[in-house]
């Protein structure tokens, strides 16, 4: 870790010039730490032994292009995952492909408790509809000159009927009174930490049991990020959420989340419990600027 800084500041965040190393350099160290990787059995344990999410050697990728070399993910029911590493390591790729947005070469995905879901071929508006998978997209998602309340209908869009899309968001609105006092304004005048807010309630409106997560804090200032850590947090502990999440700012990713997963290259090189991966200096200088 880096000695403290002038202004006090240590850690994450405060590496000079002087501790930058270049993408090919944490290639090479994480697989000096990481050999061939962690163990199907040890990623099980990590989710309690009872995966609800689960994916076993997938390769995957876009057009003819193959991002993750035989990937593999357990995540049980109302735990979080955090999906860190370097630039191109593939971790959005993993959500596209759990949603559809990727191609699938080999490989499976699949879901839910004692009766098992094979959901590899669905497409996103299957997955969303049939297996309780939600994509919440980075920022600047929201139709802008839609109301609040417009917004939160179109997450209902594979709803039987517009009543029902309605209904739904009557309860998202009965939940979050910050969405419910801007329902008629567009949603171009919303803070950022709005904005975000409102793009996390749309995806609950079909009432998801999986939550894919990209970038939840892009953009936003430091106040509203912990809005909306605080929002993912009861959305897992209160209504038992299932949420793989990608984040920028790594160390609040770990802080979060239950099990911290490292790419490198579209491999997984490390897994271990957030907190964790977070208190490893290894971990610390390769991946948290520290």
């Avoid at 969303?128 to 980075?138: E, K, T």
């Avoid at 709803?159 to 009174?177: G, I, L, N, T, W």
């Avoid at 079909?206 to 939550?211: G, H, S, T, Y």
């Avoid at 892009?218 to 990608?246: A, S, Y």
């Amino acid at each position: 870790m880096t000695a403290p800084d002038a202004k006090g500041v240590s850690g994450y965040g405060a590496g000079s010039v002087d501790t930058v190393i270049s993408v090919e350099d944490v290639v090479r160290e994480v697989q000096k730490i990481a050999e061939d990787g962690p163990k199907v059995d040890e990623l099980a344990t990590l989710a309690d032994e009872k995966p609800f999410l689960t994916i076993d050697n997938l390769c995957a990728g876009y057009g003819k292009m193959e991002i993750l070399h035989d990937f593999n993910l357990r995540a049980g029911q109302g735990q979080s995952l955090c999906l860190i590493g370097p630039n191109g390591a593939g971790k959005s790729t993993v959500l596209h492909s759990i949603f559809g947005f990727a191609n699938i070469f080999s490989g499976t995905i699949t879901t839910g408790g004692a009766e098992r879901q094979d959901v590899t071929a669905l497409n996103s508006s299957e997955k969303l509809s049939s297996a309780g998978i939600a994509y919440i997209l980075q920022d600047k998602s929201v139709f802008p000159d839609m109301t609040v309340e417009e917004n939160l209908w179109m997450g209902g869009y594979l709803m039987p009927s517009p009543a029902d899309a309605k209904r739904a968001a009557e309860e998202v609105f009965d939940k979050y009174d910050r969405l419910a006092a801007r329902r008629t304004h567009p949603a171009r005048v919303l803070s950022g930490g709005e904005r975000r807010l409102l793009e996390i309630s749309r995806a609950l409106v079909m009432n998801p049991d999986i939550l894919l997560v990209d970038e939840p804090s892009i953009g936003l200032e430091p106040r509203f990020i912990d809005m909306v850590f605080e929002i993912l947090d009861d959305l897992q502990h209160g209504e038992g959420k299932t949420i793989i999440m990608v984040e920028q700012n790594a160390k609040k990713g770990l802080e979060f989340a239950d099990i911290g997963y490292v790419l490198v290259s579209g491999q997984l090189v490390m897994a271990r419990p957030g907190k964790e991966l977070l208190a490893d200096p290894e971990v610390g200088r390769l991946f948290l600027g520290g």
